[in-house]
């Protein structure tokens, strides 16, 4: 247990469909972000936020929205996805921006058909 | 830009050290990660180097050197559980964090 929980685990959805996923930490940290993991392929950085502001949007399709209401929850709205999408969705909180320990969730599995 | 490089794949037998070398090229350099992830499994974090030198953690030690923009992982006295992948992280002044490609370490009998 990291203290990073992320929800759904698992989600498939059509390219039409909207759907969100949900991060939460229980750590008292102030920044959270949103990585992709696919197959063969290292992390790559997506969103960052700190103290509840975006401070990093790595060339993200609009069809990704973050949304960070508060500082223990961090979200990600999904529009219109294709397929390439399917992925691993990792929300990791660390202290702040500028520590080198990320806590990781178990991430959601996601399947755009 | 900014890029790391790791070996893909590294083998070794149980009992045995094994060392995972990490090569960057960033700008703003903050400091060096390491990560564990097993199939299936979140990475977890394992240590960090932010000034040049070796870190010892238990079994695991990581070694940065600044000047020649690399770093090392090391493991020692492996064991079956620590088959996994291992990435190496940079943390730097744009408040971004980039993860390394990864190494595919297995442990064999």
């Known amino acids: 247990e990291t203290g990073v929980t992320q929800t759904p685990r698992h989600l498939v959805m059509g390219m039409t469909n909207k759907k969100s996923l949900k991060c939460e930490q229980h750590?008292?940290?102030?920044?959270m972000y949103w990585y992709k993991q696919s197959a063969k392929k290292p992390l790559e950085l997506m969103f960052v936020y700190s103290l509840e502001e975006r401070v990093e949007n790595n060339s993200v399709p609009s069809r990704f929205s973050p949304e960070c209401p508060n500082s223990s929850h961090l979200f990600l709205h999904l529009h219109t996805l294709q397929p390439e999408d399917s992925a691993l969705y990792l929300c990791?909180?660390?202290?702040?921006?500028?520590?080198?320990?990320?806590?990781f969730g178990e991430g959601s599995r996601l399947t755009v058909l | 830009g900014q890029s790391l490089e790791q070996p893909s794949e590294v083998t070794a037998v149980e009992g045995a050290i094994v060392q995972i070398n990490c090569t960057y090229q960033t700008s703003g350099f903050y400091g060096l990660s390491w990560y564990q992830q097993h199939d299936g499994g979140a990475p977890t974090f394992l240590s960090y180097n932010g000034l040049d030198g070796l870190e010892e953690t238990g079994r695991f030690s990581s070694f940065l050197s600044r000047s020649d923009s690399y770093g090392y992982l090391l493991l020692q006295e492996l064991q079956m559980k620590d088959s996994a992948s291992y990435f190496c992280?940079?943390?730097?002044?744009?408040?971004?964090?980039?993860f390394g490609p990864g190494t595919r370490l297995s442990v064999l009998p």
């Open positions: 750590l008292g940290h102030n920044a």
């Open positions: 990791a909180s660390s202290q702040d921006t500028t520590t080198g320990e990320l806590f």
């Open positions: 992280a940079v943390r730097n002044y744009g408040q971004n964090f980039v």
